[in-house]
């Protein structure tokens, strides 16, 4: 204050213009009217602290800020007058320091010279921590020390730090633990167990020789307690007769601490089957021309898009239009329908007509399954000649024949009239009568 009235009565002795000298002078007149005196000054600010801790829990080994807010509650003027009094309503802190624990460590020294919070202003202070390795589940408090200047007062408070070691909790809730080589829907679900909010969950599936769609699955933020469910294609036309042991990464953040569990694993029993069977086949051929009529049957968990079979050419194996390929369309699980193909033979070492069938599953994935149609075990002659009966079929056709004829003379001795056999008595008495 002195320095201030100094300066301004400096400039009233150097100064020659008259307007100049006026107005400085009136400066200084209104500085000593309305500046309290400091002996007659007091200081009587309200500061309330309220804090935000990220993240709301730590795991072992996690880092992150605690933000605590300084506020002056004090409103209107910074100085103010009661009875004679006047009080500087701003709030002097000198130094503030957060102190922590033997399992929870502060990394900031702290804040020194840190000046006034005017009336009604705030101020954020922040600080960063971590959580030891060997820090205990439960709740960690730290203590919080700030330091007033003039005769404004000094401050302690306690902050609470939670510390969770709890993982996320996996369930495979719709994973068969026997498949075939198919194409099957696939959901996992992912349980937030913790106290607080996770970020940026990712589920990623491993395996051996199979093939997941989408690579992996984004979940998102997870509240507490939340359960969320990752769905996948898995593919397992390619894979192996046998045990398939599948790992489901779980990727996720707490606060700005990015985390893993690799601990979901199971295990799948995969048999050498195609999803699609051919059954019913019946082939007929007219010369080298052979139509093969059968049917397609989806055996496997989920409905197939754009199926279609068709003859593969190859030597000896020509395709007949119109039948080389034949649309199915959409086959539904544990669903059959019909087919018809032709094909020329122009090699008599054919032994079986290789087939192709193509079809999308429900991601829109091209698969292909190849299979064969074997002449020997199916082929029906048209002609219908009996040299092509089968030996065993002809003798069997044989006895039934003789079987027949003998049951029908049976029935026709057991009906003969009574006069016909006396009559033959008679003629046969009379015959050795005369003799």
């Not at 033997?102 to 960063?128: A, C, M, Q, R």
């Amino acid at each position: 204050m002195l320095s201030i009235v100094h300066s301004i009565s400096w400039c009233i002795n150097v100064t020659e213009d008259k307007h100049l000298r006026l107005t400085a002078f009136l400066f200084l007149l209104l500085v000593i009217i309305t500046t309290p005196a400091a002996a007659d000054t007091k200081v009587r600010p309200t500061v309330v602290v309220d804090y935000q801790i990220e993240p709301a829990a730590f795991m072992p080994g996690d880092t992150g800020t605690i933000t605590i807010f300084l506020k002056n509650m004090a409103t209107g003027e910074i100085y103010v007058k009661e009875d004679d009094e006047t009080f500087d309503m701003n709030a002097y802190i000198v130094s503030a320091s957060l102190i922590g624990t033997n399992e929870i460590e502060v990394t900031d020294k702290g804040y020194s010279n840190i000046g006034l919070i005017g009336p009604g202003d705030t101020l954020n202070l922040t600080f960063n921590i971590k959580a030891k390795k060997e820090a205990s589940n439960g709740v960690h408090f730290l203590n919080f020390e700030l330091i007033g200047g003039s005769d404004m007062y000094d401050l302690n408070y306690k902050i609470p730090v939670k510390v969770d070691s709890k993982d996320l909790t996996f369930t495979a809730s719709k994973l068969p633990s026997t498949m075939i080589n198919e194409v099957s829907n696939v959901t996992v679900d992912v349980l937030n167990t913790r106290q607080n909010d996770l970020f940026d969950v990712i589920v990623t599936p491993h395996g051996n020789n199979l093939n997941f769609t989408p690579s992996e699955f984004f979940i998102g933020t997870m509240p507490s307690g939340n359960r969320s469910t990752a769905t996948f294609t898995l593919n397992t036309m390619g894979s192996e007769q046998g045990a398939k042991k599948i790992i489901f990464n779980i990727s996720y953040l707490n606060g700005d601490n990015l985390h893993f569990s690799s601990k979901n694993t199971t295990i799948i029993n995969v048999i050498k089957r195609p999803a699609l069977l051919l059954t019913a086949i019946e082939v007929k051929n007219v010369g080298n021309i052979y139509t093969i009529t059968g049917e397609i049957n989806n055996i496997g968990t989920t409905d197939l898009k754009s199926v279609i079979i068709s003859v593969i050419r190859s030597d000896g194996i020509e395709t007949i239009q119109p039948n080389a390929n034949y649309f199915i369309g959409t086959l539904e699980s544990d669903d059959f329908s019909s087919f018809e193909l032709s094909a020329g033979i122009t090699s008599d070492n054919i032994k079986e007509i290789p087939v192709l069938i193509e079809f999308r599953d429900t991601d829109n994935t091209y698969t292909t399954i190849k299979d064969s149609i074997y002449l020997e075990q199916t082929k029906v002659n048209d002609s219908g000649s009996g040299k092509n009966m089968s030996p065993i079929i002809m003798t069997t056709a044989l006895f039934v024949v003789i079987g027949i004829v003998g049951v029908i003379g049976y029935s026709w001795k057991k009906r003969r009239p009574k006069s016909l056999e006396t009559e033959s008595q008679y003629g046969a008495l009379h015959v050795r009568h005369d003799h």
